[in-house]
Every structure is written in C-alpha cells, then in structure tokens.
Nanobody, 119 residues
Framework: QVQLVESGGGWVQPGGSLRLSCVAS????????MGWYRQVPGQSRELVAR???????SYVGSAKGRFTISRDGAENSIYLQMSSVKPEDTGIYYC?????????????WGQGTQVTVSS
C-alpha cells in the first residue's frame, strides 16, 4: 500500500507560523530522502525543503531561514515548521520522497494541504 497524508494547512497572516505534518507509508519513507513540495495554480510542483535519512536538511529559495523540516522515523513522518510566512508561500503543500518514487509504474501523491497567507 502506498500512502501519503498531509495535514496542518490553513489560513495564516503574513509573519505568522504554521506547522505541516505528513505521514507516509513505509515503502516511501524508509531510507529515503523526504521533502515538501509546493504547487500553485498553473505551475508545476516545486521542492521547498528536503531531509535525508541521515537528517541532513536543505532548503530552496526563500524557505531558507524561515522554514524548518524534520522527520520522525518511528512515525514515518515529516514536518515543516513555517515561520515568518509571506503571501508567496501560498499554495498546496505535498510531501513525498525526493525524487518521487515510482511504485506500481507511477508516482503517488497525497491530497496535499492548502496554505493561504494573506491579511
């Protein structure tokens, strides 16, 4: 079974904080680099942050210094702590392995969680 379940999104004012959570099935999570992706209407998903199985973390673009990714191997989970959020952080956030694995001949994605940053 392949499963990715994201949660924690919502509406937040600029400058605020939000914590996203993701639970993945073991066949995606185990020993893989995991990441958070963001998608806005009309654009493809883009990687925001990643964490390796050895807990090395990296961030893309404006996420640096504002977002913190973490993982919990016991729970097959990753998290994204978003701080000092900006309107351009708005989008649907997905978690997945980096790069997304091919299982049963295709990529698998969860439903994502919507983050809206506005005043």
């Amino acid at each position: 079974q392949v499963q990715l379940v994201e949660s924690g999104g919502g509406w937040v004012q600029p400058g605020g904080s939000l914590r996203l959570s993701c639970v993945a099935s073991a066949n995606i999570f185990h020993s893989n680099t995991m990441g958070w992706y963001r998608q806005v209407p009309g654009q493809s998903r883009e990687l925001v942050a990643r964490v390796t199985s050895g807990n090395l973390k990296s961030y893309v673009g404006s996420a640096k210094g504002r977002f913190t990714i973490s993982r919990d191997g016991a729970e097959n989970s990753i998290y994204l702590q978003m701080s000092s959020v900006k309107p351009e952080d708005t989008g649907i956030y997905y978690c997945n392995s980096v790069p997304p694995m091919i299982i049963y001949s295709r990529q698998h994605w969860g439903q994502g969680t919507q983050v809206t940053v506005s005043s």
